[in-house]
């Protein structure tokens, strides 16, 4: 399915509470928001919970993202997912700061956008 500028359309509301599996097939959780470049609507991060005790979100980068009739199968390995920086979520966005973290983490190309917040992920 595409939209008008022919573009694949993502169907974003499908994905929720499917399992993301790393690029080896390991279990890295399910997927709870998705979060979007603004500039693109294309979707550029996934949230997962983790842990039974003090529960936090972790972030899964989409890039590449492999889509399955159960899963979601992401490009990247469960341990870089571990050792991704905690994010402190400020109301429905990341700070920027948090952002630029991330990227860097997953060593994805970041550059703060000309908005008011400066921030370049929105939640979908």
């Not at 997927?31 to 997962?48: H, I, K, W």
């Amino acid at each position: 399915m595409t939209d008008d500028s022919g573009r694949a359309k993502w169907s974003v509301a499908e994905w929720h509470g499917k399992m993301l599996l790393d690029r080896n097939g390991e279990k890295i959780g399910k997927l709870e928001d998705v979060y979007v470049d603004v500039e693109t609507d294309e979707p550029q991060f996934g949230t997962v919970k983790e842990g039974f005790i003090g529960r936090h979100l972790t972030f899964v980068p989409l890039a590449g993202l492999q889509i399955g009739p159960d899963d979601l199968q992401v490009t990247v390995t469960k341990d870089q997912v571990k050792s991704a920086p905690d994010i402190e979520l400020h109301g429905e966005e990341l700070s920027q700061d948090d952002e630029s973290k991330l990227y860097h983490h997953f060593y994805m190309n970041y550059t703060a956008i000309n908005t008011e917040s400066g921030r370049r992920l929105a939640r979908r």
